[in-house]
């Protein structure tokens, strides 16, 4: 009988636990409060209670235990090294907490390259063996599947499209994210309603600014808010650009982009296309090119944790996954 699965997503809110059968169906599920404040010490024990929770009566039933977590971290060692979401969180051995205490495989994987597995085992890129993740929201992170794996890198640091420098205004250095998250959305509304621009969510805003988010501006968009439509274009352009670089890089033939500011749909996509179109090197790298939201929602770092056990960490090919007993 083919072995079952327990996944953990590690969030900066939630922790959730999960456990699947082999073919990714979900056969349980619990979550609770991360209370992050409270250190990684007490943390880690809210994981391993909910771990409990899922496991079935016999562990010989169980394959492994896959953890999505924010990054930074080494996948090799299980080591999480610095989240800025989970303060403290500082060198934590986190694979080897959990394995010590359940004497179980234990993979640990950053959440933006579980999601490149989760999106394509069983999401938008099924049947993709050259894939780039890309997630758009708080921050912005990415994962990529080249030739059927997981491209890590040497410590398991690779795949960071969020964090590539780039110039804006003459000299002034930023990177993707700084200029296309979230908050980078908000900001830019904040700054051009500083200078006086007009808007929708000036009124909705009234004197506290410090409201207007990204979800707002999505919103005022969707109405036809001409200054939030136009952050969110500059947001797209951007990301079409990094994604102009990983196809340079990589030649996959599906980009897959999620996260919560994708929820705002053609106002990100259409410039976003429209950038990688007008910045590609040469039309043989978007032939038959796809780019598609993603498809697994709110379930994508389970769905990438119980991935990463199936494929030993990302280093079996995803091929293989449909030929396990």
């Known amino acids: 009988m083919a072995k ?10 939630q922790i959730r636990s999960a456990r699947y059968d082999s073919d990714f169906k979900l056969l349980q599920r619990e979550n609770t409060l991360t209370r992050a404040e409270l250190g990684p010490i007490a943390t880690v024990e809210r994981m391993k209670a909910y771990i409990d929770r899922v496991l079935p009566a016999s562990r010989d039933d169980i394959q492994g235990i896959g953890i999505s977590s924010p990054g930074p971290l080494n996948p090799r060692t299980g080591v999480v090294i610095a989240p800025p979401n989970l303060p403290g969180w500082d060198n934590v051995p986190l694979g080897e907490m959990i394995a010590d205490e359940f004497k179980l495989p234990v993979y640990v994987g950053n959440d933006a390259n579980v999601a ?6 069983k999401g938008a890129g099924q049947g993709c063996r050259h894939l780039v993740y890309i997630t758009v929201s708080t921050g912005i992170g990415s994962g990529i599947i080249s030739d059927g794996r997981l491209v890590s890198g040497r410590d398991g640091l690779a795949a960071e499209l969020g964090h590539i420098p ?8 930023s990177s993707v994210e700084l200029e296309a998250a979230g908050p980078a959305i908000a900001r830019r509304v904040k700054a051009a ?3 006086g621009a007009q808007s929708s969510l000036r009124d909705q805003a009234g004197s506290d600014w410090e409201r207007i988010d990204a979800r707002l501006v999505g919103a005022a968009a969707a109405q036809g808010d001409p200054l939030a439509i136009s952050s969110l274009a500059y947001a797209g352009r951007i990301i079409g650009m990094a994604i102009v670089t990983a196809l340079l890089l990589f030649n996959p033939e599906l980009v897959v982009v999620g996260g919560g500011v994708t929820k705002t749909g053609e106002l990100l996509f259409a410039p976003l296309r429209q950038a990688v179109a007008d910045h590609i090197l040469d039309g043989a790298y978007v032939k038959d090119l796809r780019i598609e939201r993603a498809a697994l929602g709110d379930d994508v770092a389970l769905v990438g944790a119980a991935a990463l056990v199936a494929t030993a960490g990302g280093n079996i090919d995803i091929g293989e996954l449909g030929k396990r007993a």
Do not use: F, Y
Request: no cysteine.
């Open 4 to 13: 079952q699965i327990i996944a953990v997503d590690l969030g900066g809110t």
């Open 116 to 121: 490149a597995l989760a999106e394509a085992s």
């Open 166 to 173: 780039i110039i804006v205004e003459q000299d002034r250095v």
């Open 193 to 195: 309603l500083a200078n």
